[in-house]
């Protein structure tokens, strides 16, 4: 299978789609219960592998993960954050610079 889709990653989509449904069958038919569970997953999966594939791996999901691990980080900074509207702009305000509110309490 990892043959057929990575040596030639410029092949059409029923081409790929066919050889895809090929191994899955295959897998299916053998006896071994963590090839079937494999089999099951890349049939789940089987439109977004084939969509990877087929747009020759251009696309990136880092801006994506990047955004992922800022909100994080401003999640983590705004420990004790009560509603989603509050992050949300914590979020706004980390993503556009802008200046924290004057603070209405001062602990030290």
């Not at 191994?23 to 997953?41: D, E, F, H, N, Y």
């Not at 509207?85 to 603070?103: F, I, K």
């Amino acid at each position: 299978m990892c043959r057929l889709l990575w040596v030639e990653p410029g092949r059409r989509e029923s081409t790929l789609r066919a050889g895809l449904g090929a191994w899955i069958q295959r897998a299916m038919r053998s006896r071994i219960g963590s090839m079937k569970k494999v089999a099951r997953l890349l049939r789940r999966h089987q439109p977004q592998i084939l969509n990877w594939f087929l747009d020759k791996g251009e696309l990136s999901s880092g801006a994506v993960e990047g955004m992922n691990d800022k909100v994080r980080v401003i999640a983590s900074r705004a420990y004790g954050v009560r509603t989603i509207r509050a992050l949300e702009v914590a979020h706004c305000h980390n993503r556009a610079c802008l200046a924290e509110p004057p603070r209405t309490h001062k602990f030290c």
